[in-house]
């Protein structure tokens, strides 16, 4: 299966696939790697790992139509059979998920349908669910739809909060154990333990 990643940031979960792809553990092939930031981690890593990569923004097309035709018509170059958004900030145009309805899935750090929707990425997840109290969070693998956070869960996993977390201590834990559900699920994906059709 060919894997076309979407990365804003540092590609540690990207990286991850990447990995068990090398290792074996995960029959895929990472094909591209498609960010809106040039300067990302994921794009050092891509070059790293000699994996084509594109850097799609509002800079390189004006016209958010443009945008979407240009990155469908690479990810199609590519042949690009599933696409993963990890840790991809920005929304995919509506070609790219007409075409790969039920195939781009996403990674979120809490037990969605809690701590998701715009503005909650990264540390402010972790920010909103210790100041919440809560004594469990986890990660949440869903397919994407037109908004944020909101598609059809494919796989869960909690994470115990314990009394003396931090933002720190919490993040590191919940991304640790990223990496590895990320790959634990896509092999699942892969191998159609979990079947995305009928989503
Ligand atoms: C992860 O926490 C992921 O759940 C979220 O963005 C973060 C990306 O981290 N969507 P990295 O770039 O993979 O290190």
């Keep these: 299966m060919n894997i076309g990643f979407f990365a804003s940031h540092n590609g540690s979960n990207m990286q991850a ?5 090398k290792d074996g553990s995960l029959d895929a092939n990472p094909s591209i790697v498609i960010s809106n930031n040039g300067n990302a981690g994921a794009v050092k ?3 790293k790992e000699n994996i084509p990569y594109y850097i799609f923004n509002t800079t390189t097309y004006f016209s958010s139509v443009d945008l979407d035709n240009a990155m469908l018509n690479t990810l199609l170059q590519h042949e690009v059979e599933l696409i993963i958004l990890a840790g991809y900030m920005k929304k995919i145009g509506e070609k790219i998920l007409r075409h790969y309805k039920g195939r781009i899935i996403n ?3 809490s037990l ?3 701590y998701g929707g715009k503005g909650m990425y990264g ?3 972790h920010e909103a669910v210790l100041k919440a109290g809560e004594k469990e969070t986890g990660i949440t693998i869903h397919i994407v739809d037109e908004e944020y956070d909101t598609g ?3 796989a869960q996993t909690p994470i115990s909060v314990t009394d003396d977390d ?3 201590s919490l993040s590191k834990r919940v991304l640790e154990r990223e990496h590895r559900f990320l790959v634990e699920t896509i092999v699942k994906v892969v191998s159609e333990e979990i079947n995305l059709e009928k989503l």
């Design 107 to 109: 990674i979120h750090p």
């Design 45 to 47: 890593r891509a070059k």
């Design 17 to 21: 696939v990447i990995d068990a792809c």
């Design 112 to 114: 969605l349908p809690k």
């Design 166 to 168: 931090t933002v720190d």
């Design 123 to 125: 540390t402010h997840v």
């Design 152 to 154: 059809p869960i494919i």
